[in-house]
């Protein structure tokens, strides 16, 4: 793997592992009801979508591994483009469903 997909994967790693963080003892509520933890997952979607966006242009090959990839991306264009359509119920869903998942993928990934 190129060093470029590496760093790609470790600043999607990093976000991941930040958004978890952050929202870790916390639940639906607490998220609606706090802007700064709004802002910072929000943020941490936008990296990892980014990151995701470059390495599908630089190592397809790798992007294609991580499950949905195009998905992935197409909600960072929504966060950061649309960002009077965000609905915290789904923001809040994929923290709790799919980042755990995207994370392990992530991981294996660096180590293989």
Partial sequence: M???SKKLLEDMRQAAQ????????RGFE???QDALLRSGVERQFQIIGEALN???RADS??????AQYRRIIAFRNV???GYDMIEDDVVWDTVTRDVPALLKTIQGLLEG
């Fill in 54 to 56: 470059q390495l599908a």
């Fill in 2 to 4: 190129r060093l470029e």
């Fill in 79 to 81: 966060l950061t483009h």
């Fill in 61 to 66: 090959e790798t992007a294609g591994r991580i």
């Fill in 30 to 32: 607490d998220y609606t």
């Fill in 18 to 25: 930040r958004t978890l963080e952050f929202t870790a003892g």
